[in-house]
């Protein structure tokens, strides 16, 4: 059963800073995996999704990477800011005609002014 | 870009009444609409997989005799609850795909159930 894991659980940054999002997953076999963002009480807001075949893309301020062999995913967020603070999820889709998502508990992300 | 649309956004219900939730796409036609479940700080849980027009495949422990899956067409799918209890209260969230736009599932905004 694929599980998907997010590190860290919280973050708490000033503004400005760059900082990174790990999410890892224990069967290599996706389809593919996507990063959304969820504002409190509210629904998903897709920021960026890779193909199984790809090995990063970019979005803005936001990069993210996929070593699918290695079961990791990264998402780089430069030059953060207040707007940014949010909870990040990450998810992944096997392959074999199963569509559904595989989400990680997320990372809350509070970006300091 | 694809929109997903909800209704209601949020539900409050008394214990053994029945609560239905619609999922609809906007601007595309969804030949595969899924339902999910977030429970407070736990990640999203897929419920159930219906494709229009077919019974829906549910994951396994999701009682398909409790939660009630249509799509009916296109472009709109439900889920009722039925006879809610308290450990039902939670965060429904949709999401719809398109035959065409296939590697991508477009999320509604959510339905939050309190029951009583």
């Known amino acids: 059963k694929q599980e998907v894991t997010q590190i860290p659980a919280a973050l708490s940054v000033p503004e400005g800073e760059n900082l990174v999002l790990n999410c890892s997953f224990t069967?290599?076999?996706?389809?593919?995996l996507q990063w959304f963002r969820q504002d409190p009480g509210k629904g998903l807001t897709s920021l960026l999704l890779i193909q199984s075949s790809q090995r990063e893309q970019t979005s803005g301020r936001l990069n993210a990477s996929l070593d699918k062999s290695s079961g990791r995913s990264t998402l780089y967020i430069a030059a953060s800011q207040p707007g940014d603070s949010a909870t990040y999820l990450c998810a992944v889709r096997l392959g074999g005609g199963a569509d559904g998502l595989t989400f990680g508990k997320g990372t809350h992300l509070i970006i300091q002014p | 870009g694809a929109v997903v649309s909800q209704h209601p956004s949020r539900v409050i219900c008394k214990s053994g009444t029945s609560v239905k939730i619609e999922c609809r796409s906007l601007d595309f036609q969804a030949t595969t609409m899924f339902w999910y479940r977030q429970f407070p700080k736990k990640s999203l849980m897929l419920m159930a997989t219906s494709n229009e027009g077919s019974k829906a495949t549910y994951e396994q422990g999701v009682e398909k005799d409790k939660f009630l899956i249509n799509h009916a067409s296109l472009t709109l799918s439900t889920l009722t609850v039925t006879s809610a209890h308290p450990e039902d209260s939670s965060f429904y969230i949709c999401?719809?795909?398109?035959?065409?736009?296939?590697?991508?599932?477009?999320f509604g905004p959510g339905t939050r159930l309190t029951v009583l």
């Open positions: 999401s719809a795909k398109s035959g065409i736009l296939y590697n991508e599932q477009f």
């Open positions: 069967d290599s076999a996706i389809y593919n």
